[in-house]
């Protein structure tokens, strides 16, 4: 018996096969959104000051230029080590201020919590920049302990960010369930102990999913760092890539733009691995790969 043959209708309405003007919006767009990027970092090795002309290849502009390299220079130097400080601290006190609160509001019941969880909510999608203003306004008009410089990027930039470890870690609650920590109270353990040693072993991959996504958009941010800014000595190297930008720079602002690309596409790709391997075993998350990592838990 002969087997019969597809007909053209039949593979051209194949469910299986991506169509093919998707596949050319998506390579059209990675091209669009990329191409941008890979010229600039090609122009951070340029031998010469053009930043359009390729002059060879060299290290110049990272640590070989004596006075104008992101080593040397101070004001660049100092902008890089601005941005890790800011990333570094505003972490340290997003993720766990973060886990709390998302622990708070999942045990908390009534209509308090309920708007406690809404601004939580809110703040997530407030555009930044009005949150930025806001703080500005606050800090410059109203009797503080504080003024504009590191400090008040820090409390800038956690209020922003606190959504993001409290919506992950809220999602990870709803997926293990109740029953883990019931069933420990259940076998003597007491309320602390069950959420110390049951619950939190497994929000771990959320937490540390947090830890790394807050970090990598921080070191990214600019309107919330530009408007609390207090100063050349706070400025990190997103507003002084703005700042510098409009003269007349060097590849040298290539090179400290690339810089803070590796640090982050670094800490994104070590803690997506980091993730995996903290999820291989867990049916929950392992199988759903970067959406889980991104939130999607």
């Known amino acids: 018996m002969s087997i019969p043959r597809r007909s053209p209708v039949a593979w051209w309405h194949d469910p299986w096969r991506p169509p093919r003007v998707l596949i050319a919006v998506t390579i059209g767009y990675l091209l669009w959104s990329l191409l ?9 090795f340029n031998a010469g000051r053009s930043r359009t002309v390729w002059q060879g290849f060299s290290f110049r502009w990272y640590w070989g230029d004596q006075t104008l390299s992101v080593w040397h220079d101070a004001t660049l130097h100092n902008a890089l080590l601005q941005t890790l400080k800011l990333g570094l601290l505003t972490t340290l006190i997003t993720v766990p201020l973060g886990v709390l609160f998302a622990l708070g509001i999942d045990r908390w019941r009534g209509r308090l919590p309920a708007g406690a969880n809404f601004l939580m909510l809110l703040a997530f999608v407030l555009p ?5 203003v806001s703080l500005l306004f606050v800090i410059t008009t109203v009797a503080l302990p504080i003024g504009l410089g590191t400090t008040a990027q820090v409390i800038g930039l956690v209020t922003f960010q606190i959504s993001y470890p409290a919506v992950l870690v809220r999602a990870r609650l709803a997926t293990i369930g109740p029953q883990y920590e019931e069933a420990a109270m259940d076998l003597g353990a007491s309320p602390l102990g ?3 040693r049951v619950v939190m072993p497994m929000l771990m991959p959320a937490i ?7 970090f990598a958009d921080v070191i990214d941010d600019f309107v919330m760092v530009r408007y609390l800014s207090g100063g050349a000595s706070s400025e990190p190297v997103s507003v002084k890539i703005y700042n510098t930008a409009r003269g007349a720079p060097t590849p040298a602002l290539n090179a400290l733009a690339t810089l803070l690309l590796f640090t982050a596409l670094a800490a994104v790709t070590i803690g997506y691995l980091v993730f995996r391997r ?13 959406g889980a990592f991104a939130g999607e838990l």
């Open 128 to 132: 930044e920049v009005l949150l930025a």
């Open 194 to 196: 069950a959420l110390r």
């Open 208 to 214: 540390f999913a947090s830890t790394v996504l807050v």
């Open 278 to 290: 903290m999820t291989r075993n867990d049916g929950t998350t392992a199988d759903r790969g970067i």
């Open 36 to 44: 941008p990027v890979l010229v600039a970092v090609l122009f951070s």
